[in-house]
């Protein structure tokens, strides 16, 4: 009888047996981790190729290392127990589970010692007599094919050339730099700085207006962005218009509409009404200047007295810059009043040397006050003071000194009585005679007020504010005031209706039988003429200061017009349809009155 | 190997052998039926009881007779029908006459038919369900209780019940619960052609002689008690859990024809019934050991009768032979990562 084998000790054949086993499922692991890593580095090189990050293509290898790195950690974390192995074993060695269960009840002994040390010598000799290599676990996969590809596709992609960069893109609208040593249309705006004010208040504004128009000029001959030049005119023109508007403001527009009306009462004050209403008070002095002229004394009273009433009114709606405005221009109108007096009387003095066209314009002075009547009757008067003989120039010093002691001095005469006394003497002399030529000239110049003095300074720099837009490349924005269709510094049209002729566009609501509004319904819209027009993307607008107007295109608004109003207002034409439109809406009952009377005329 | 080693191997050899000539001394007598008589020893040797099924004249009684004269054990039949009593199974406590036929004032215990250590249960459902009560509670209890006195009944005791599954007209279908005592429900098959041709030489002869008896109670009960030394690795006890755990239906390891088809699965006498199945088949192998195959070559015997099938599964027609092939291939045997493993080498 042979006796059998000699087998090992269980224990350490086993840790030979296992050590083997989980070498090779870490290395597998490991290599999947290289794999997916090399597979992750090559779409890694790919991207940085088609970015063309040149430089990164070879660390994408890297992404494998890590992977590896990845691999083993994972096997680390996921290292079989001895309990596992040995049911790998027990399959592959086909030994029916007897190394799982020696294992087992190493651990934690059964009843029977003799069953034990049975089954421990089976699982040493089932692993003794075991061929290694059916207990391999596999260490290649399918998946680590990929390894290699990644790998050569890593290496590929680092020696590509590079794709050719694309064009790049077009700079913003703006963004180029403009350098302009002078730009048309900012003197205009500098010029604010000498403007006459009422108040400190608005000096310090328009002195800071100046001062950002002197800065932006001096930016502009340093050279700066075309579009922040723009934005940087575009708000000093808002600031000119707000200065321009402030007759029109809340506070000042009550008082405003009850001076209009006032105004409006008297017939031959409707222009003027209109004009004040419209806030142009150059327009407003103007008028007032012809009603000065006139030659008949109850027209000027009248105009006085409407002056007065419409100042009384605006002081006690709480207007006071209107009605400084009007009682500015009720002292001007006594002083137009004297001018005109004192042209017509020196006329009177030289009747019989007036020539036809110096007769005609005098008597075109007296009905219309036309400044321009106003203006050639002087230049006839100096041409007629010029052809005197010395005899008659005595004479005619005789005559003014008669005149003024026979009104006694009540008359309103714009030269003193000392005046006319030296005039008189002065007549003998060329010296004198210089003077009076001087003095002609006086008082053929028209004196506007220093509100219309301060609109026109005003206008004068809104116009080149709009100029030195275009000067830079901009389509400047109709601003509050400005006129509608046509160039800087025209007459206004008829707000609603810009350039046209108000009377060839009835008033219509859209999309009603009655339908007479302006708009083309053909169902199909026009090319927009607006080739320089640049959106302001990155202009430094101030987050905490409202948009200004240039960008907002606000309307101005005018007193004594709303939106239901038949005709031309603030928001366009109103179609007939659109009137008393609030008593057919769905306007709740308890908010029918409030809203309707908001919108009536 | 140590001297401990070399003699319980040498016990496991002289296992395996006797297993064999017992099953050699019952082909002598019984024609194929292989499975059947490997099954009812698994069964002996674990020391449970087994349920046969099958249809009349395959050979169940004289499988039992002969397994009976094979071991040397004392057999007794009941052949139960509906007015057997259970006082018929277990035995009574009778007035003992003297000679003149008058009372002796003194009762004696006559031991009724499950006094015996291989006890033949023929056509058991046909009983009453208080009949069939009777023998059961001696098959956990391995003990009677008569007029108040509890008879412990001698070791090895043995059941192997029969079943008809034709004629259920008048039976009595055993309960869930009842069932679950048998450790081994075998099912016995149809014999093919060359062993029914074999039969029908065999019997229509001469009457053979009883085998001799191969193996006496001693060497039984030895058997019993190696068979519970064998042990069972802790992967291979998981995988009896799991493969009961996963034949109820509400539990969410369950195969789709598991939900489908069962109502009630197996319990925790399941699991212990696969484990001592398991022992007592690595035992006739030689092993002391028991091997994932050994679970799952004993499951369909352990489990077929445990797993209740619901009306759906009845009248789809699923089996429960066919519910435990499901379990088997969707338990996996091993952990995954092991498995994984395996499928990749």
Known sequence: MTSPPRVESLHPLFERWARRVRRRLALRRVLTGLAWGLAAGGGAAVAAWYLRHGALRPWAALFGVAGALFGLAVALRRRWSDAEVALYLDARLGADEVISTALALEAAPGPSANAEAAIAARAARALGEGDPSRARPRVLARAHGVAPLAGALVAAMSLLPLPPSPPAPPPPPGAERVKLERLAGLDAIIALERLATKTDAERERLKQIAEDAKRLRAGLREGMEQREAQAEIARLRDEIAAERLDLGDQKNRAGLEAAVGALAKNDALKDAAKALGDGDLVDFDQEMQKLANLAEREAREQAKQALEEAEKAARERGAGDVASSLAEQREAFAQREARAEALRELARGLEGHLSEQARRDLEEFGETGSPEAQKRLAESLEQALEGLSPEERKRLAERLQKQMEGEGGAAPSPLTREQIEALARKLADPKGQQELADQMKELARQAPSAGAERQQGLDEAERGGAEAQQGLGATPMPMPGETGGGAPGEKPAPSGNPGGDPSKHPPGGPGSHHDTGRGDHSGSTGEVAGGQLRAKASARVNPGAPLHGATLGRAPGRAGETANQAGTGALGTVGPTELDGVERNQVPEEYREQVGRYFQP | ?345
Request: with cysteine; hydrophobic share 45%.
């Open chain 2, 1 to 345: 190997m140590s001297d401990d080693a070399t003699s319980f191997e040498a016990r496991l050899t002289e296992a395996r052998a006797t297993g064999e000539r017992l099953k050699q001394a019952i082909a002598e007598v019984i024609v194929g039926q292989d499975a059947v008589v490997e099954q009812v020893l698994w069964a002996m040797i674990a020391g449970g009881h087994v349920l046969l099924e099958g249809a009349p004249g395959l050979g169940k009684t004289l499988l039992v007779r002969t397994l009976a004269s094979c071991l040397d054990l004392r057999f007794s039949r009941i052949q139960f029908t509906p007015d057997l009593m259970p006082s018929d199974v277990t035995g009574a406590n009778v007035l003992v006459m003297d000679a003149s036929g008058g009372s002796t004032g003194r009762f004696e215990l006559h031991r009724g038919p499950i006094f015996g250590q291989l006890v033949l249960a023929d056509e058991i459902n046909r009983a009453t369900p208080k009949t069939q009560s009777a023998l059961l509670e001696a098959m956990q209890e391995h003990a009677v209780t008569i007029a108040g006195t509890r008879h412990v009944l001698e070791e090895p005791f043995f059941v192997l019940a029969t079943e008809n599954p034709i004629e259920m007209e008048g039976t009595y279908p055993l309960p869930e619960a009842q069932l679950d005592r048998f450790l081994l429900k075998v099912l016995v098959p149809n014999p093919s052609e060359d062993e029914l041709t074999q039969i029908v030489a065999r019997t229509t002869g001469h009457a053979a002689a009883p085998p001799t008896a191969v193996l006496r109670r001693a060497e039984v009960l030895a058997l019993r008690e190696l068979c519970r030394d064998v042990a069972v690795a802790e992967p291979v006890l998981r995988y009896a859990a799991r493969l009961v755990g996963a034949s109820v239906p509400e539990s969410t390891s369950a195969p789709e024809l598991v939900r489908r088809a069962l109502r009630f699965g197996a319990g925790v006498r399941g699991a212990q019934s696969l484990v001592l199945a398991g022992k007592a088949m690595a035992l006739f192998e030689g092993r002391a050991h028991v091997a994932f195959a050994d679970i799952a070559r004993v499951a369909p015997a352990v489990l077929r009768h445990r797993l209740i099938r619901s009306f759906e599964g009845e009248a789809d027609g699923v089996t429960t032979d066919q519910v435990i092939e499901a379990l088997l291939a969707a338990v996996p045997t091993r952990p995954e990562p092991v498995e994984a493993a395996l499928r990749a080498s």
